[in-house]
């Protein structure tokens, strides 16, 4: 009788999660259909308030049904396309008369990206409207943001706090040793340092002066860019003297940045408001404040018919995050899934004359960068030109992918290059040894039970292995000298998995102009032949409604209790991210295909790797688990 009251309990619990789970299901198609009938009405004379809260990213990552109930998130993503989309449109609306830059709780984004958008501000303040911004702390990404703007704002209790691109990798070889891990390598490229996590316990001294030289061009990029937006602001003599600066200002980091004329004035959140009153008018809303405007998400759902729906478009292809075989979802770059969307895409609609790749990824599976670049050789048979934007990072697979262009343009940050292949293998002979564990077996070939991780790799199958990664090299050294029209011993002199920035990149003949993703589709218009104004159709994996419906529920644009704002904190977050994204990266390369074209190095430079961070926030808690 027990099991039966048992079962009868069990039954009755999971009708009842049903019926709840049915009820939210209405609940929220209820209030789908309501929303989907209010029309947004744009305020003439307000502002447009870019709240750039959590990170700006070229796609946006998926999260589960799972994450957003159990509040599992690695952080809010902005997706730049809609950030300049809106700028744009806002720039030619007589009735939006001024931007506000919401950089309270802002994270970050690849400088390619910021690049972009300081392009598209700068249009804007072209059109005779002025771009107000205000943070309680700025950091590197949100102060470039920032600069482009006619007054910046700080809290009193906030400062500018710069850093400049770099900092600390994770190496693994003495905790491997430790464990008896052997991690056998082969690879082509005397900086291919994605494997140097797994054999040094320290960056090697040709990785180190690569990483350093590309930072130097990055930090050079991002002071000339600050200079020419606020000619009056010093950064690099900001830095040099901090201490004494911050000394002389009492330990007041908001008058030492504005007495450095980096801001230009210090206020409170109120007093922004009460400005921006002044400047725009009162409004009904208290998302941002009380003065007139109007978010992000609502002024592009109130332009929404604006956008054609017919006439001859070009494609845009997003190739984002790590490159995986099979199907992945968006924040990740899988092949079949990317295949299959480019196929569908040029199959099912006519219109579509042209494709622009966009590509932010350090690459990864070499099979996966090969099927993408086919996907995209197919549609060129068709007769289609294949235009390639660089975002933030554009590397190893991602540059593979890239060479099915006609045309590559870059940002003069772009992390460009790591044209280099590399194979990892782990065997663990020695630390079974150290349990008391033996192995042997027989073999009919040298190569039966080959590459063997129990007993470890035979000599004979490292031969094949190095020989297969440099064959590969080859091929991959090839397919560039072709697109590029490059001699192959060029190739391989600037290849050698070296790292460059786009500046040096426009120099060597890796990329052929500068521009953002506007500037590609222009590009693709052209030899395409079509005119007027370029329609462009999104070519990815779709969000789920029902999960782009829970995101509303969970992540409500003005809900920042929790997010810390003073300049240390933020820095510590963005930290974060790029700690867990690097160690996202490790895990895939430990466990993902045994050949790749991938840029380790990269990933702490880049657009904050949402996708990646996600996965290994998810693992280091299964090994938490484990270790308990």
Do not use: H
């Not at 008369?97 to 303040?125: H, M, P, W, Y």
């Not at 140097?196 to 130097?216: G, H, M, N, W, Y």
């Not at 729906?309 to 899934?337: C, F, H, L, M, Q």
């Not at 590399?422 to 192995?439: C, D, H, K, M, V």
Request: glycine fraction near 10%.
């Amino acid at each position: 009788m027990s099991f039966v009251r048992t079962t009868w309990r069990v039954l009755v619990g999971i009708k009842d999660l049903l019926v709840l789970l049915l009820l939210l299901l209405f609940f929220i198609g209820l209030w789908a259909a309501l929303n989907s009938r209010t029309a947004v009405a744009v305020t003439n004379g307000g502002a447009l308030v870019l709240n750039l809260d959590g990170a700006i990213v070229d796609q946006g990552s998926e999260r589960t049904p799972f994450e957003l109930a159990s509040g599992s998130d690695i952080g809010r993503q902005r997706q730049v396309r809609d950030i300049i989309r809106g700028i744009d449109l806002a720039a030619k609306d007589d009735r939006i008369k001024a931007v506000v830059l919401d950089l309270d709780t802002f994270v970050g984004a690849g400088e390619a990206n910021l690049q972009s958008i300081g392009t598209a501000l700068r249009a804007f303040r072209k059109a005779g409207k002025p771009v107000e911004a205000y943070a309680t702390a700025y950091t590197d990404d949100g102060y470039y943001l920032a600069a482009q703007a006619d007054r910046v704002w700080v809290n009193p209790l906030g400062g500018v706090l710069l850093t400049g691109p770099g900092g600390a990798n994770l190496y693994f070889k003495t905790l491997l040793d430790k464990y008896g891990v052997d991690i056998n390598v082969f690879r082509v490229g005397t900086y291919k340092a994605a494997v140097e996590p797994f054999t040094r316990a320290a960056s090697s001294p040709e990785a180190k002066a690569a990483d350093q030289a590309l930072v130097d061009a990055l930090w050079q990029t991002y002071v000339a860019d600050v200079k020419v937006a606020r000619p009056a602001a010093d950064v690099t003599g900001f830095l040099a003297q901090l201490p004494q600066r911050l000394g002389a200002a009492g330990g007041d980091a908001a008058k030492a940045a504005k007495d450095a004329r980096l801001i230009d004035v210090v206020g409170t959140r109120g007093e922004f408001n009460a400005a921006m009153i002044k400047r725009v008018g009162e409004g009904d809303q208290k998302s941002f404040g009380t003065y007139s405007g109007l978010t992000l998400d609502r002024y592009l759902s109130a332009q929404s018919s604006l956008v054609p729906k017919s006439g001859d478009a070009v494609g845009v292809v997003y190739v984002t995050g790590n490159i995986v075989d099979g199907e992945a979802p968006r924040g990740t770059a899988g092949s079949t899934t990317i295949s299959r969307a480019i196929a569908k895409a040029i199959t099912d609609n006519s219109d579509i004359k042209a494709l622009v790749v966009r590509v932010d990824s350090g690459g990864g599976s070499v099979l996966a960068s090969e099927e993408i670049r086919q996907a995209l050789l197919d549609a060129k048979s068709r007769g289609l030109p294949i235009v390639a934007s660089f975002g933030p990072v554009a590397a190893s697979g991602g540059y593979w992918v890239a060479t099915a262009a006609d045309e590559i343009y870059a940002q003069p940050s772009t992390i460009t290059g790591s044209i280099g292949v590399f194979a990892i293998i782990p065997s663990f002979n020695r630390t079974l040894a150290e349990f008391g564990i033996g192995t042997d077996g027989v073999k009919s070939t040298p190569y039966s039970g080959e590459p063997d991780i129990v007993r470890g790799i035979a000599p004979e199958t490292k031969v094949v292995l190095q020989t297969s990664v440099e064959d590969i090299y080859r091929r991959f050294t090839g397919i560039v000298a072709a697109a590029r029209k490059l001699p192959v011993a060029e190739v391989d002199r600037v290849g050698q998995g070296r790292v460059w920035a786009g500046t040096t990149a426009r120099q060597l003949k890796l990329v052929d102009s500068f521009g953002g993703l506007d500037a590609a589709v222009a590009a693709a218009a052209r030899r395409a032949g079509i005119k007027g104004s370029v329609r462009t159709i999104d070519i990815e994996r779709s969000e789920s409604p029902f999960v782009g419906l829970l995101s509303s529920f969970a992540d409500p644009g003005d809900d920042r209790d929790q997010v810390a704002r003073d300049p240390f904190a933020k820095l510590a977050a963005g930290s974060r991210l790029q700690l867990l994204a690097a160690i996202g990266d490790l895990k895939a390369m430990a466990s993902g295909p045994t050949m790749q074209a991938s840029c380790l190095e990269c990933s702490g430079l880049g657009s904050p790797r949402t996708a990646a961070a996600a996965e290994a926030s998810g693992w280091l808690g299964k090994l938490g688990m484990l270790l308990k």
